[in-house]
T-cell receptor
């Protein structure tokens, strides 16, 4: 199964863009990348997902490299409420397994 | 309203007792999942099911058991064989296939004393 690697922690100033990287070098050609976030002691919240094209929704943008070995989640204007652990996940083809990495703890400061 | 429900939110059990955690969804999802989370750690997959009457072991299935007799329900039993059962347990569900997100419940925090 594909693995994901993320930096353990990042800081971001309120109002600035937060760029969270993820490495998924063993991803297969038809496996999607998903991003979730988890605020302490709650269930993870879906943010965005994509296959190979860049994606944008009301929460964030997802940039996937052309070789699909890495991606970046962009929160365009971070707020204090965006402080959370962000997980980059690969959905395994055929089994529907969602494999979580260790996540990035994003701290947004005033 | 639609969603995925885990109950109870907090659960206490004595060591050596089996305990069953409930997970119910009314989203008409075929796939359901159980994860375990320890303090400061990520989510680890215990069991998952793609369809009724079928389920597969995840990365840490030892000491756990599941059943999938109904589409909307996927209960997890933590048996006395689980060496370190105290943890936060999360259930999720989704449609099958790649291009569809999973929805998570709010979790059950199990404490074994």
């Amino acid at each position: 199964d594909a693995k994901t690697t993320q930096p353990p922690s990042m800081d971001c100033a309120e109002g600035r863009a937060a760029n969270l990287p993820c490495n998924h070098s063993t991803i297969s050609g038809n496996e999607y990348v998903y991003w979730y976030r988890q605020i302490h002691s709650q269930g993870p919240q879906y943010i965005i997902h994509g296959l190979k094209n860049n994606e944008t929704n009301e929460m964030a943008s997802l940039i996937i490299t052309e070789d699909r070995k890495s991606s970046t989640l962009i929160l365009p204007h971070a707020t204090l409420r965006d402080t959370a652990v962000y997980y980059c996940i690969v959905r395994v083809y055929n089994t529907d397994k969602l494999i979580f990495g260790t996540g990035t703890r994003l701290q947004v400061f005033p | 309203d639609g969603g995925i429900t885990q109950s109870p939110k907090y659960l206490f059990r004595k060591e050596g007792q089996n305990v069953t955690l409930s997970c119910e969804q009314n989203l008409n999802h075929d796939a359901m999942y159980w994860y375990r989370q320890d303090p400061g750690q990520g989510l680890r997959l215990i069991y998952y099911s793609q369809i009724v009457n079928d389920f597969q072991k995840g990365d840490i299935a030892e000491g756990y058991s599941v059943s999938r007799e109904k589409k909307e329900s996927f209960p997890l039993t933590v048996t006395s064989a689980q060496k370190n059962p105290t943890a936060f347990y999360l259930c999720a569900s989704s449609h099958r296939g790649q291009n569809t997100e999973a929805f998570f419940g709010q979790g059950t925090r199990l404490t074994v004393v």
